[in-house]
């Protein structure tokens, strides 16, 4: 089954301590990418990759990382987490000969 | 730089009404792609429509359609006889030709809920 898998579902966290939201894809897309969820604000951009080695930043990656290791894999790094970035995190993945752009489950932290 | 802007925050219906979902998009690129997705409460993201540039044919779907107007930048949401299971926050997209979806702009997401 196609499908984009994100770990873990749910987060409580502290502040300052650091963690990591995995992402993996079974559909060998070239795109992979980060979105946050915030009430009033729909879904904004992290972070996205376009190839193995290669990433840009969307529209608020301040306080994040990401690598792109592997094809499969798009992982998302808080080094140091504050409560502004409690969240409802998505990855998404896409190849331009696909109709839709794939979404995990998604990842609810919680940073107190 | 791309936008797309969703006006209605919350939309409130009795079942069976027909509601309309608006979306008004900004791009400079002629070739793009349109979403439609929706989020029940559960929290998921579920996949609607995609519409690309060129092709402004209309489009429906069982109790859904989508009416798709370059002239206007909108490409607007209909659910005719709503259920109660049509409640959910929906969100309309854009993504420009070359990013090959890696980068979707989204509206804020319209919550529609519908009552019995």
């Known amino acids: 089954e196609a499908q984009v898998t994100q770990n873990p579902r749910y987060l409580i966290t502290v502040t300052g301590k650091k963690l990591t939201v995995t992402c993996s894809q079974n559909?060998?897309?070239?795109?992979m990418s980060w979105y946050r969820q915030d009430p009033g604000l729909g879904l904004r951009q992290i972070y996205y990759s376009m190839n193995v080695e290669v990433t840009d930043k969307g529209d608020v990656p301040e306080g994040y990382k990401v690598s792109r290791k592997e094809k499969r894999n798009f992982p998302l790094i808080l080094e140091s987490p504050s409560p502004n970035q409690t969240s409802l995190y998505f990855c998404?993945?896409?190849?331009?000969?696909?109709?839709?752009?794939?979404f995990g489950q998604g990842t609810r932290l919680t940073v107190v | 730089a791309q936008k797309v802007t969703q006006a209605q925050t919350e939309i409130s219906v009795v079942e069976k009404e027909d509601v309309t979902l608006d979306c008004v998009y900004e791009t400079r690129d002629t070739t793009y792609y349109l979403f439609w997705y929706k989020q029940p409460p559960s929290g998921e993201l579920v996949f609607l429509i995609r519409?690309?540039?060129?092709?402004?044919q209309n489009e429906i779907s069982g109790r859904y359609s989508w009416n798709f107007q370059k002239s206007t930048s909108s490409f607007n949401f209909t659910i005719t006889a709503s259920q109660v299971v049509d409640s959910a926050v929906y969100f309309c997209?854009?993504?420009?030709?070359?990013?090959?979806?890696?980068?979707?702009?989204f509206g804020k997401g319209t919550m529609l809920l519908v009552s019995p």
């Open positions: 997209a854009l993504s420009e030709d070359n990013s090959g979806y890696s980068t979707l702009t």
């Open positions: 519409r690309n540039s060129f092709d402004e």
């Open positions: 559909m060998n897309h070239e795109y």
């Open positions: 998404a993945s896409g190849d331009r000969g696909n109709t839709e752009a794939f």
